[in-house]
């Protein structure tokens, strides 16, 4: 099976980290204002370079990371960050999460890379199904996945602490079978 380490739309660019960008997804995994519905990462610096390295030099995970760039004239901006891993290995899913800098949010930005990303999974890597998880509240990702096709399949109830309180969390999937609501022509050269 051919691996793709890129994926393309005529407005982004999704490409694979490497260590020179470990510093600038450093910054974005520990923002907390960038992650307003919690994340995963640690707090700690130091603990989070040490994943991020790991992962791009090509740790135990099946973990790809990616960032998420703005094609310019003759230059490229990064954007964002999207990761995506095996969820459940034997039942060929794929979970990924994404976060776009705020001053590029609203734009369409992450409904082209989640849509960069689930193509990727489903033809170059064998995924059966694809997933996503989001905090009820966050209304501008649950309108990407609607966007996208993606149907709501599971309520996690009370399943984030947000504001003062517990909160619901929503799993969007899309399933091999489905991929033609993703369909878009590549403008990535080769």
């Given amino acids: 099976m051919v691996t793709t380490e890129q ?7 999704l490409t694979l980290a490497a260590i020179s960008d470990v510093e600038f997804l450093v910054e974005i995994k520990t923002n907390p204002n960038l992650w307003p519905y919690g994340n995963d990462n640690s707090p700690d610096k130091g603990i989070v370079r040490q994943r991020v390295t790991e992962r791009i030099a090509g740790g135990h995970d099946p973990y790809k990371q990616y960032i998420i760039q703005l094609n310019g004239i003759g230059e490229t901006i990064p954007i964002g960050e999207l ?23 609203g734009q369409g930005y992450a409904t082209q890379a989640s849509k960069i990303a689930a ?3 489903f033809k170059d890597w064998g995924a059966h199904k694809v997933l996503t998880k989001i905090a009820a509240v966050n209304t501008p990702s649950i309108r990407v ?6 149907i709501r399949e599971a309520v ?5 602490f947000w504001n ?3 909160i619901d969390q929503y799993q969007y ?6 991929i033609h609501r993703l369909e878009v022509t590549s403008t990535c050269n080769g």
């Fill in 7 to 13: 994926g393309c739309s005529k407005r982004i660019t």
């Fill in 145 to 150: 996945m609607e966007k996208l096709g993606f």
């Fill in 156 to 160: 996690l109830r009370d399943e984030l």
């Fill in 119 to 121: 193509k990727l999974a």
């Fill in 83 to 105: 990761h995506i891993y095996v969820h459940k290995e034997g039942c060929k899913s794929w979970q990924f999460g994404y976060c776009i800098l705020p001053e590029y949010r």
């Fill in 173 to 178: 999937s899309l399933l091999e079978d489905e």
């Fill in 164 to 166: 003062g309180g517990w």
